[in-house]
């Protein structure tokens, strides 16, 4: 059974950084693209950051430059940098994985990422 285990979440105060991290079990991580999306209230799921089986990585225009997304495949763990952190990045974070360019088929639960002004 796969599952996706976010951690890390808090309560921060603007340009303040923090990591999350998704640890995976039950899939073949290592040939997995996983990402990173997030929900504020009121608002759609949105695209955070990606990371593909071979490294290679892309961002969120809203992001770029103050994330960093990364992955340690022995330890099965995506981890998701977030520098200079702004209260409009206060959402749900959830964690994704997906098979190359096929649909993100499984979800985490997510961690709450607050930051303040």
């Known amino acids: 059974q796969v599952q996706l285990v976010e951690s890390g979440g808090g309560l921060v105060q603007a340009g303040d950084s923090l990591r999350v991290s998704c640890a995976a079990s039950?899939?073949?991580?290592?040939?997995?693209?996983m990402g990173w999306f997030r929900q504020a209230p009121g608002k759609e799921r949105e695209f955070v950051a990606q990371?593909?089986?071979?490294?290679?990585?892309n961002y969120a225009d809203s992001v770029e430059g103050r994330f960093t997304i990364s992955r340690h495949n022995a330890k099965n763990t995506v981890y998701l940098q977030m520098n200079n952190l702004k209260p409009e990045d206060t959402a749900l974070y959830y964690c994704?994985?997906?098979?190359?360019?096929?649909?993100?088929?499984?979800w985490g639960q997510g961690t709450q990422v607050t930051v303040s002004s």
């Open positions: 039950g899939v073949t991580f290592s040939s997995l693209s």
């Open positions: 990371i593909t089986w071979g490294g290679g990585t």
């Open positions: 994704a994985a997906r098979n190359g360019l096929a649909p993100w088929g499984y």
